[in-house]
């Protein structure tokens, strides 16, 4: 019996941001074609690259992706890969939607390498950061930030050394689009 290939979207963590662990995408989407993988796509300088390879374990996938990126580049950055459906239950799972194109851009998703510890969650009090609010789904934190993400204290860091878990932000705009591409793919 022959595995069909899957298409899967990963998500790096601080690729290209503020001049650190910078990478080509041209030489990370080479990267990914010397793993195997097939019909590399990439969005964007922050690290998004899309792929299709026979069905695997996501968790194995990002452990080969981020072992190459090590070897390849010298950097060591999370990577977390996600299916089509996993990317698309996150965007129709969100509380802030928003008909506005102005609010996409407000409108965060940070994505969780595992589910978090629900006891470190409820020391979060959610009325510290107002007006920016998060709501908790799974493996998915949604930020809502009016004000911008730039000025949040709600930012990727934060979460991550809260919850203690490896996480990435993308915000909706970015999502849907790799949404977009992963369902053209």
Do not use: W
Not at 50 to 64: C, G, I, K, R, Y
Request: include cysteine.
């Amino acid at each position: 019996m022959t595995q069909s290939n899957c298409t899967y979207i990963s998500i790096l963590r601080g690729i290209n941001v503020g001049g650190r662990n910078s990478i080509k995408m041209d030489a990370l989407r080479q990267m990914y074609s010397d793993l195997g993988y097939t019909d590399v796509q990439s969005y964007i300088q922050s690290g998004n690259v899309l792929f299709h390879h026979q069905q695997s374990d996501t968790q194995t996938l990002e452990q080969v992706i981020s072992h190459s990126i090590t070897e390849t580049f010298g950097i060591n950055v999370p990577v977390l890969v996600l299916t089509i459906d996993k990317l698309r239950d996150a965007i129709n799972n969100n509380p802030f939607t928003t008909t506005d194109p102005k609010d996409l851009n407000t409108i965060h998703l940070n994505f969780l390498s595992r589910m978090p510890d629900t006891g470190l969650v409820d020391k979060i009090t959610p009325e510290r950061f107002l007006p920016d609010e998060f709501r908790l789904s799974g493996k998915v934190i949604y930020l809502h930030c009016p004000n911008c993400y730039g000025n949040t204290k709600l930012n990727n860091t934060f979460f991550e050394k809260r919850l203690k878990i490896a996480a990435t932000c993308r915000n909706l705009k970015t999502t849907t689009e790799l949404l977009a591409m992963a369902e053209k793919l």
